[in-house]
């Protein structure tokens, strides 16, 4: 009798080699909006950590203190007790919470820390090196654009403080040299005018014994004496039109008196006359 054929031994399945669970990243990951969109995911849950980290820590300060609790700790105990969660059920939640948590943010460094990988190509670590000088160039260039925008401010600010001061002392000069053309502007101005050196007094007497009180001081002097130079160049142009009016009033007497004084004479020879007449009848 024959023995039986002996069972060949059956084939091995075919093992799919193992890759990793984030391959390398090439260049195109180093896409401004890929790394954007990563960069803002990664952000979120970096809060999300934090909130997480301060839930644990208050877990432990209710858990293993006897000591009072401070205001943060009583509030979450409350909190707790008001809903009826057991201590030791929320410790588990949380610590569950935590390490999915951890997992994830694990996951999201992962394709960063190629760059500290010898083994990658130069390429990958260009394309990084390339992506943070291009931040740090956008941020720069803010930061300049906001530093001039500021200093147009400022050279425009001058500018037209300078303008102003250019028309006031203008202003004066036409008002001396012409006088009152809106007599009742004209005071309202006067008035502006002597408030503000009298704001100047004010503040140089305050800051009296610096520099600065000194300058003021001699710009509210050199106000006042404008302001005297004007009144009075008003009242020396007034003066002289009172006397003008005086001596036309004058003239026109001395022109009525000098023809109405031949009637008189004749008058009075003829009234002379008829006395006479009378006198005699």
């Known amino acids: 009798m024959n023995p039986a054929p002996a069972a060949a031994p059956s084939p091995q399945p075919w093992m799919q080699p193992m890759l990793p669970p984030n391959p390398p990243p090439s260049s195109a990951f180093w896409d401004t909006k890929t790394v954007q969109n990563l960069l803002r995911e990664l952000q979120d849950t970096l809060t999300l950590a934090k909130a997480m980290r301060r839930e644990v820590e208050l877990l432990m300060a209710i858990k293993g203190t006897e000591e009072p609790l401070d205001s ?51 390429e990958e670590k260009s394309a990084a090196v390339w992506l943070a000088d291009k931040a740090l160039k956008s941020k720069r260039n803010k ?44 005071d309202k101005f006067l008035e502006r005018v002597r408030a503000a050196v009298e704001e100047e007094e004010r503040q140089a007497a305050a800051a009296a014994g610096t520099d600065a009180a000194k300058e003021a001081i001699a710009t509210a002097e050199e106000s006042r004496k404008t302001m005297e130079t004007f009144e009075e160049s008003n009242d020396d142009s007034g003066g002289i039109k009172n006397s003008g009016e005086q001596l036309t009033e004058r003239e026109d007497s001395l022109e009525s008196a000098a023809v109405i004084g031949p009637f008189e004479d004749k008058g009075s020879k003829g009234q002379s006359k008829d006395g006479t007449y009378d006198s005699v009848a």
């Open 72 to 122: 943060n700790s009583r509030a979450f105990s409350k909190y707790l007790e008001d809903r009826g969660i057991v201590l030791k059920t929320q410790e588990s939640v949380s610590l569950e919470a935590a390490n999915s948590l951890m997992s994830r943010l694990r996951a999201q460094l992962e394709p960063f820390m190629s760059i500290v990988d010898e083994t990658i190509p130069w």
């Open 143 to 186: 930061l300049w654009r906001q530093r001039r925008r500021r200093r147009i401010v400022e050279m425009k600010t001058k500018v037209v403080v300078s303008f102003l001061f250019f028309f006031f002392w203008v202003s004066i000069a036409l008002g001396l040299q012409f006088g009152h053309f809106l007599p009742e502007e004209d």
